[in-house]
C-alpha cells in the first residue's frame, strides 16, 4: 500500500474536518497576501513620489517663526546663497469655503498630477468638483482672487486645488511653503550654513526626509505582517488539532500497519505528507483568493498602476512555501506520536 495515497484517501475520508482546517490556513494566506500586497503597493507609491523630489536640502519656515509661509524677503535671501542650485518653490495654503477645508498646491511639474479632462494651470480634483458643484470655467476664489478652473483630475485626496506654481505665488503675495534646492557642498555642512545666513527657516537634507518617511512605512510593514502572520498562525493551530485526532481516530489502523512491517519513518512520512498537502492545498487557495481581494482594494484604493507591485513573486511564494513547511512542523508532533504507538495495544484499541 502506498502510503502517500493513504493520505490522499484519509483528507478525502474526512472531507468536513480537512475543508475546515483548509480553511484557516486559506483565510491566514489569504491575509497575509492582501494585507502585505496593499502596504507593498502603499509603499511603491511614496517610493515613486519621493523620488520625484532631486533634491539635497528642502527649505521650510521654522517652527518658531509662527508661520507655515516664508515672506518674499526671506525667499530672496534663500535664492542669492551661492552653495546651492536648481531651485524648486512650492507654495502650499488653503481657504475655508462653505465650512469646508479646501487646499490649495502650487506645481512646478504637472506630471505628478493625473486629469480626467481639461488642461493644467488651475486643476480640482474630482472630490472637489463633486462638493462644490464645480466644472470647468468655472470660478473659484483664494486669498480673494477669482480664479477660472481648467480642468479636474482623478487624484482623491480630500478637496484640493492644483496651481501653477507661478499661479501659487502670485495670489499668496510671493510666499513660499518650501524650497527645494541642490547642493554644491556636503549636504550636512550647506543645512548649517544656510541656518546661519537665514533667520526664521528649518532646514532638512534629503536623506533625513526619505529616511523618516522610509521607517514610518517600514514600521507599518511589520505591523501589518505581524497582524497577518497571527491568522496564519491560527490556521497552523488547526492542522495540529486536525492531525491529532486524526492520529487518535485511526490508531487501530495505524497499528495494523505496523504489524504488516511499516517502519516508524514511513508512518511519520505518511503523517507529516497530509499536513503538508493541507498547508499546501490552503495556501494555494489562500493565495488565489488574496490576488483578488488585491484587484478589489486597488480598485477601492485607486492603487490600478501599482497591482504589480503589490503581488511580488517573493509574496505569493513565501506565502506557500512558508505555509507547507509550518504545516509539516505542525505535523511533528502527532506524527512522532503516530511512530510510537505499541502495536499490540494500537491493535486492541476500539
Known amino acids: 500500500m502506498n502510503l502517500y495515497k493513504l493520505a490522499f484517501n484519509n483528507i478525502r475520508r474526512k472531507k468536513l474536518r480537512s475543508a475546515l482546517t483548509a480553511l484557516g490556513i486559506i483565510i491566514g494566506a489569504a491575509t497575509i497576501v492582501v494585507l502585505l500586497g496593499i502596504t507593498a503597493g502603499a ?20 517652527a518658531s517663526s509662527g508661520t507655515y509661509l516664508m515672506d518674499s524677503q526671506t525667499v530672496s535671501k ?15 495654503f488653503s481657504e475655508i469655503i462653505n465650512g469646508s477645508s479646501l487646499n490649495f498646491e502650487g506645481i512646478n511639474d504637472w506630471r ?28 473659484i476664489k483664494a486669498q480673494e ?30 510666499k513660499v511653503s518650501a524650497i527645494y534646492a541642490r547642493s554644491n557642498a ?51 493551530i488547526s492542522v495540529v488539532n486536525t492531525m491529532m485526532m486524526s492520529v487518535m481516530e485511526r490508531t487501530k489502523e495505524l497499528g495494523v500497519l505496523k504489524a504488516i512491517g511499516f517502519t516508524n ?9 497530509e499536513s503538508g498537502l493541507l498547508g499546501f492545498l490552503g495556501a494555494i487557495l489562500g493565495v488565489i483568493l488574496g490576488i483578488i481581494g488585491i484587484v478589489v482594494f486597488a480598485n477601492m484604493l485607486d492603487f490600478t498602476d501599482y497591482i504589480p507591485q503589490m503581488m511580488p513573486l517573493w509574496l505569493i511564494g513565501g506565502v506557500i ?30
Not at 534663500?78 to 502650499?92: A, C, D, F, G, K
Not at 493625473?114 to 466644472?135: E, R, S, W
Open 43 to 62: 509603499t511603491s507609491e511614496v517610493q515613486e513620489q519621493t523620488d520625484q523630489f532631486m533634491y539635497d536640502v528642502v527649505i521650510t519656515p521654522a
Open 112 to 139: 505628478q498630477v493625473k486629469l480626467i479632462n481639461g488642461t493644467h494651470g488651475v486643476v480640482i480634483n474630482k472630490n472637489t468638483a463633486d462638493k462644490f458643484g464645480l466644472g470647468i470655467g468655472s470660478k
Open 321 to 350: 512555501v512558508g505555509s507547507t513547511i509550518l504545516c509539516i512542523l505542525a505535523g511533528l508532533y502527532p506524527a512522532m506520536r503516530a511512530s510510537k504507538l505499541n502495536v499490540v495495544e494500537a491493535l486492541r484499541n476500539e
Open 78 to 92: 534663500v535664492e542669492n546663497l551661492s552653495n546651492i542650485y536648481n531651485l524648486r518653490e512650492v507654495t502650499v
Open 186 to 236: 556636503n549636504p550636512n555642512a550647506t543645512v548649517t550654513e544656510i541656518e546661519k545666513q537665514v533667520s526664521d527657516v528649518s532646514v532638512l537634507t534629503k536623506s533625513e526626509k526619505v529616511s523618516k518617511v522610509q521607517e514610518q512605512t517600514s514600521q507599518a510593514y511589520l505591523f501589518i505582517g505581524i497582524i497577518a502572520c497571527i491568522a496564519l498562525v491560527v490556521g497552523i
Open 265 to 273: 519513518w514511513e508512518l511519520k512520512g505518511s503523517i507529516l505528507f
Open 145 to 174: 482672487q477669482d480664479l477660472t478652473i481648467t480642468g479636474i483630475s482623478k487624484e482623491e485626496q480630500p478637496f484640493y486645488v492644483y496651481l501653477n506654481q507661478s499661479i501659487a505665488e502670485n495670489v499668496t503675495g510671493n
